[in-house]
């Protein structure tokens, strides 16, 4: 069933990632794929759709992969599920939160997530930038066509602009004028 | 109007605001939450706001889930924490269902088609950010560039399921804070 499998799938999700935004990455895209409900070109398009819409990363995700899959209902279930794990572990924590903050047990979990979200999202993101770079597997190939260097042209400006403090929307923006630009005159 | 039903209403509209306004999620949220909660409101302090993140970093979920579930428990108990979080949701849930049906429609345009090729290029540059401050904020010491290596090689080249990595450094995290611990005490 369906909807049940969204649920749980977003439960996992929710459950098991730590730290906002990205840090839900590595296992979305692993979810995803290992599901096929959406592809990894998909993927990085929707990123740029949450990028640039109010709300979290996680509750934007979990609603589109669970429109496309199932529908509206799929949606909640997705939503629902990736929600859960966080509500019902903070009401827990909010009950008894002086021995939580104290808990050696706690930080040293987190000392060793921490680090571990870093490599992740590196792998995800390594992941992304072969799916993006080289479509049809890595080869020479595309070094040979035009469109693979106004992708790395692209990529270098918005990098430059994302640690000039641009603002995420401006450089999807710029992004989408410059491939609009590229798909009609090269 | 009963005083408690009062604050779950408001705790609702609050989150609401928050959820609508808030582009990218994760710690964009917390200065928003922080007016709202803080300064208009005065349900919580800023100390209170300080607990929120220390809370919403060492517990599994996005942080503006783990901070409304908070909020509205210490304003109004269950139901104060159940009307935060859905008001949080409700937003990016509305807006990405809608977005998701006109995508879907859009996505056979030939602008559109090339509009995102250049956008997926622009995106990996928001992560390489998004990446880059999550580094900067992660322990620094042997153990944690080896378990950064490690996560990202075990990803990205042995294809080893993500699950099993995030559970794997938590417990690394843990065993290496104890022997530590061992040690400065001897």
Redesign the interface.
């Known amino acids: 069933m369906i909807y049940l499998e969204l649920f749980l799938t977003f439960l ?1 999700i ?14 979305i895209r ?1 979810a995803v794929l290992l599901h096929g409900w959406i592809e990894e ?1 998909a993927l ?2 929707f ?14 995700i979990a ?2 992969v669970g ?2 899959v199932g529908g ?1 209902f799929g ?1 909640i279930c997705a ?1 629902l599920g ?2 859960l ?3 019902v ?3 827990i ?2 009950k008894c ?1 002086e021995k ?2 104290e808990s ?26 072969l799916t ?1 770079f080289f479509p049809a597997g890595v080869s020479f190939a595309p070094l040979a066509t035009a ?1 693979f260097w ?3 042209g ?2 270098a400006a ?2 430059l ?3 000039k403090k641009v603002h ?2 401006l ?2 923006l ?7 630009a ?3 005159l090269l | 109007m009963d005083k408690k039903l009062k604050r779950v209403i408001q705790l609702f509209v609050t989150f609401f605001k928050i ?9 964009a ?1 917390i200065p928003l939450i922080q007016k709202e909660t803080v300064e208009t409101k005065k349900w919580i302090t800023d100390d209170d706001i300080l ?1 929120i993140i ?13 901070s409304a ?2 909020v509205g ?2 304003v109004a108990g ?1 139901w104060g ?1 159940v009307a935060a ?1 859905f008001g ?2 409700l ?3 509305t ?3 809608a ?3 006109v ?2 429609e859009f996505q056979h345009i ?2 559109v ?20 401050s ?2 900067k ?3 620094k010491g042997a ?3 080896v ?6 090689v ?3 080249f042995l294809k080893i ?3 099993f ?2 559970i794997g ?10 022997v530590l ?1 061992k040690k400065v005490q001897k």
């Open positions: 996992e929710g459950a098991f990632t730590f730290g906002g935004g990205y840090a839900m990455l590595p296992l692993e070109e990085i398009n990123i740029a759709v949450s990028e640039s819409t109010p709300g979290p990363f996680a509750i934007n609603t589109y429109n496309q509206v949606s939503t990736v929600v794990p966080s509500f572990i903070i009401l924590v909010a939160y939580f903050k050696k047990t706690v930080k040293g979990i987190m000392s060793g997530l921490k680090p571990a979200v870093v490599g992740l999202i590196g792998a995800a993101l390594f992941s992304l930038l993006v469109g106004v992708s790395v692209i990529f918005a990098l602009c994302a640690f995420p929307i450089i999807i710029g992004s989408a004028a410059i491939g609009i590229q798909g009609y | 959820g609508l306004f808030t582009f990218g999620g994760g710690y949220m607990e220390a809370i919403a970093e060492s517990t599994p979920g996005p942080i503006a889930i783990n579930t908070f428990y210490r269950f924490s979080t949080v949701v937003p990016s849930f807006i990405i269902l977005i998701s049906f995508l879907n030939k602008a088609q090339y509009a995102f090729e250049g956008i997926r290029a622009g995106v990996l540059a928001l992560i390489f950010k998004a990446l880059w999550m580094y904020k992660a322990p153990v944690s560039y378990i950064m290596a490690l996560s990202f075990c990803v990205a399921n993500v699950l990595v995030i450094c938590a417990l690394t995290g843990l065993i290496s804070s104890v611990r």
